[in-house]
């Protein structure tokens, strides 16, 4: 075996050990860090049982340590493990989600795959005949090389030491990716269903549903094109699985009210301040709420939220929309929304990133061509590895400075990376159009 390979081998092991631990803490140590009364597994599991005994009560913020933020099909998700009781289903879900990595592994393979067959002019040599020759293959040392980084990140331990659902919001967004780069009618219904069962997992995944309408600017005609069909279908799935969820506001109506106040009003659901309500949130719109605060100002959580996702939406789907239309546009269009996603809502932790490191490794991967392409594997191993380091720093300084600035500061990088990018591609797309004029 060559190095590549031992890594990759250290990697899985590495993760099972992440397991390993976290099974210690939950089922032997009454750790304030974590332990079988002290974990966010336990609101998933509450869920799981409310759903089906009480849903009026699904929101009821009293019955759970952290309140469940998601939309009520996906606590259903939940029950066969909660039925086995707290610890055969804290260990099975737990087992499930390292089963699932490995799936996430192999989609990210897939959609590589897709991406080459269709692609055919592009500066990279990977052989992906087969997902054996991601081990075997030489050339495609890198893809195994940052798999393996993606198995041994510090948000994969805490999604297992938390008892978090990235792991499956992952699985979600990539599968509904994958089926949508087939490019048919049908296949663009099942992965806009996937993405909905995503979005009812992450409310704030509705972030991403712009960047998949099939609106592009064809720089010959000079006319912005839209797939109308294609697009309302991708778009029926997605909304499906949140109209199913609405049905439960229709007939619970108590339900919403819970809701709204733990998804879109800001509410602290985590205080480490005391009497100063300090979040250890490294969004944005969490830093400058907690800004507000200590100022005295008074303003409306969501107004803020509503400002700064604007500020930072729009500009970026604009060159979006100008960028070229090959087929890893709709990849990097995810990476630009879950980026967005991290950067505005109310609270982003380190275990979000699971979700993010998917399309940091397709960028690496795929865009080659972009002169900074390097940057992001640089970024990639930064916020691998450092940004709990920045949450511990954070927890250690918040009395003097209570702003989590360190995995802000990342996220801004890579946003303004891709706008860096985009605006190549706009450029790129303009210049070919006077030169075929």
């Known amino acids: 075996m060559n190095r590549t390979q031992i890594f990759f081998l250290f990697a899985v092991l590495l993760n099972i050990v992440y397991l390993l631990i976290t099974f210690i803490f939950f089922f032997y140590l009454e750790s304030p860090l ?19 005994d009480d849903p009026p009560n699904l929101y009821n913020s009293s019955l759970y340590l952290f309140p469940f933020r998601y939309l009520p099909i996906s606590a259903y998700f939940f029950t066969p493990f909660s039925l086995l009781g707290l610890k055969l289903g804290f260990f099975t879900y737990q087992i499930f989600n390292f089963a699932l990595n490995i799936v996430v592994i192999y989609l990210i393979y897939k959609i590589i795959q897709i991406f080459m067959n269709r692609e055919k002019k ?59 780069l087939k490019d048919s009618l ?27 309408l099939l609106l592009n600017y064809n720089r010959e005609t000079k006319k912005l094109e839209f797939q109308f069909k294609r697009t309302i279908i991708r ?75 604007l500020l930072f939406y729009i500009p970026i789907f604009i060159l979006f929309i100008f960028s070229n239309n090959s087929q890893n546009k709709l990849i990097n269009g995810y990476f630009t929304g879950i980026t967005i996603m991290l950067l505005v809502y109310f609270d982003s932790w380190p275990h979000h990133i699971v979700a993010l490191a998917p399309f940091l490794i397709f960028f690496i991967l795929l865009e080659r061509d972009f002169k900074r392409y ?45 706008v860096i990018f985009y605006v190549n591609q706009v450029k790129l797309n303009f210049k070919n159009r006077l030169n075929n004029s």
């Open 374 to 418: 390097v940057f992001f594997k640089y970024v990639y191993y930064l916020i691998a590895f450092l940004i709990l380091a920045f949450w511990i720093i954070f927890y250690l300084t918040y009395e003097i400075f209570p702003f989590n600035l360190g995995g802000l500061i990342l996220l801004m990088l890579i946003y303004y990376s891709l």
């Open 122 to 180: 592009i500066n990279i040599n990977y052989k992906l005949n087969r997902f054996k020759d991601v081990f075997d293959e030489p050339d495609n040392e890198s893809i195994l090389h940052h798999s393996g980084i993606f198995l041994i990140m510090l948000p994969q331990f805490l999604n297992y030491f938390l008892g978090q659902i990235n792991i499956v919001v992952s699985f979600f967004i990539l599968i509904s990716l994958f089926y949508f």
């Open 235 to 309: 778009l029926f799935g997605s909304i499906f699985p949140i109209i199913i969820s609405g049905l439960f506001f229709v007939i619970y109506p108590e339900m919403i009210e819970g809701f709204i106040e733990v998804n879109l009003t800001g509410e602290y659901t985590y205080n480490v301040g005391g009497d100063l309500e300090i979040n250890p949130s490294f969004s944005l719109t969490r830093i400058v709420l907690i800004l507000f605060q200590l100022l005295g100002i008074s303003i409306s959580s969501f107004l803020v939220f509503i400002i700064i996702t």
């Open 34 to 52: 974590m332990s079988s009364n002290n974990s966010d597994y336990l609101t998933f599991y509450n869920a799981g049982l409310i759903v089906i």
């Open 186 to 212: 049908r296949y663009d219904l099942v992965g806009g269903l996937f993405l909905g069962l995503g979005i009812s997992f992450k409310p704030s995944l509705i972030l991403l549903l712009p960047f998949i």
